[in-house]
């Protein structure tokens, strides 16, 4: 263990510590959610509410349905948590196998997501893994948490307070370009995980490491693990 070791790693979940659902998944809960408040929606229109979505994308939908952004998204985002938890269930979405690691990090942990705050908390609860982390944020299911997602460093700023540490002794590990670079913004080191369904994922902004597993972080000479501690 080094003397500039890191005070805290965070961790991004999706691709990360769980594994993703099919995009298919997603976007039948988006449609879901327009069968909810009886519209029938183009098919590009699903698609802008599915993944990846911008406050610019949710006002245009809504306008164009004449739908209310904070209840349509209310519904968008329970629904889009209920298709997830039913994807643990028949097994679709699962933990990584080298997430073990994570616990053999002697560093405080956290979890900075854009999913659903309560699909995280189901997800930790469902795979027993909740108490390796002291600090979890995920979005609000509201209009302006589209906003505070990665890459804005909202959740990033929340959890480093959270626990107490700087950001230049802190290293977020992620497994897309806005992972990286909201921990770049956010004055942290950065871990890029590339993973299988990352291969061809194109990095803007260079991250500290890149690594292919969870288990390839034990081996940076920054990152304290428990046996190095316990020595």
Not at 7 to 32: I, P, Q, S, Y
Not at 133 to 148: I, K, M, N, Q, W
Request: aromatic fraction near 8%; include cysteine.
């Amino acid at each position: 263990m080094t003397d500039d070791a890191y005070d805290a790693v965070l961790f991004d979940n999706d691709g990360v510590l769980t594994t993703l659902v099919d995009r298919a998944v997603l976007r039948g809960a988006a449609a879901d959610t327009f069968a909810a408040f009886d519209v029938d929606p183009a098919p590009d229109d699903v698609d802008r509410v599915t993944v990846g979505v911008t406050p610019e994308d949710l006002a245009a939908v809504c306008e164009t349905y004449d739908l209310s952004p904070a209840e349509f998204w209310r519904v968008r985002d329970e629904t889009a948590s209920r298709a997830q938890i039913e994807a643990v269930h028949r097994g679709e979405k699962r933990l990584y196998d080298d997430v073990a690691a994570v616990e053999a990090i002697a560093r405080p942990k956290g979890v900075v997501s854009s999913n659903q705050q309560a699909t995280l908390d189901f997800l930790f609860d469902h795979f027993d893994v909740g108490g390796w982390f002291e600090t979890v944020y995920g979005r609000e299911p509201d209009p302006e948490s589209l906003a505070r997602k990665k890459p804005a460093t909202h959740y990033l700023d929340r959890a480093l307070a959270d626990l107490d540490v700087r950001s230049e002794r802190t290293l977020f590990v992620g497994d897309t370009w806005v992972d990286v670079v909201a921990g770049d913004r956010a004055g942290c080191d950065t871990a890029f995980v590339r993973r299988p369904h990352r291969r061809d994922h194109a990095l803007d902004t260079e991250p500290t490491y890149e690594v292919e597993t969870l288990d390839d972080l034990l081996a940076l000479d920054r990152v304290p693990t428990r046996e190095e501690v316990a020595r």
